[in-house]
Nanobody
């Protein structure tokens, strides 16, 4: 498994931007598909975005397409989530997750992932 540490969350006004980072240690980062999920108070954890370990292809939840961008830098063992035009509905704890050598239809499912970070809080004010 890998150990994951998120950073970059904070309090932002609606319409603003943030870049979340997730740095991995342990096994070879480049062999992990990486995902971002979020959980708002009183709601279930939901898929946000994922990036392949093979070719950096990406998937996004429909609710974030066009505003969120996931990317990875294997040399830095880091995956990023760039968020633009933040909305109050984006308020949540954001988690990164790692899935060893998998890229398929279950990348949207939180229980597919092997390792999780502790989360970083994003709060969007009006």
């Amino acid at each position: 498994q890998v150990q994951l540490v998120e950073s970059g969350g904070g309090l932002v006004r609606a319409g603003g931007s943030l870049r979340l980072s997730c740095t991995a240690s342990g096994r070879t980062f480049s062999e992990y598909a990486m995902g971002w999920f979020r959980q708002a108070p009183g709601k279930e954890r939901e898929f946000v975005a994922a990036i392949s370990w093979k070719d950096s292809s990406t998937y996004y939840a429909d609710s974030v397409k066009g505003r969120f961008t996931i990317s990875r830098d294997n040399a830095k063992n880091t995956v990023y989530l760039q968020i633009h035009r933040l909305e109050p509905e984006d308020t949540a704890v954001y988690y990164c997750a790692a899935d060893y050598r998998y890229w398929g239809i279950r990348v949207f499912e939180w229980d597919e992932y092997d390792s999780w970070g502790q989360g970083t809080q994003v709060t969007v004010s009006t």
